[in-house]
């Protein structure tokens, strides 16, 4: 950042707090894995920012998106087994480099549960 302006009118304190600068890393994160139930699904593609899958289980590909919209089909290796009843942890895989943050968001059908 090379300088801040900061425009105002009339009277009054201004703060600034916790400004920071970050780098932008537009690496992409490679070979996603979920591994469910004893089986792991493995997605051959390099996801870059932005990017995102969704998977029905037992198809062969997975559909790439981005902001656009739908970008094209991505192989699906392996096959997930059944997610157990009640609470469950999930750990994505992937290659990457450095730290990534990657979201997972997981439909289920059956008994809807609800936290008592």
Known sequence: IG??????AGGGE???HQLSSHAVDRSP????????GGGTVTFDCSLLPGQYLEYVPDDAQAKLFDAHG????????GMIGLLATGEANLTLQAEAYGNRRLKLHLLVSGERLFNN
């Not at 994160?29 to 469910?36: D, G, Q, S, Y």
Request: proline share 12%; aromatic share 0%.
């Open 3 to 8: 300088s801040i302006r900061v425009l105002r």
């Open 14 to 16: 201004i703060h600034l």
């Open 70 to 77: 739908e970008q094209g089909s991505v192989p699906a290796e």
């Open 29 to 36: 994160v490679r070979r996603p894995a979920l591994p469910i």
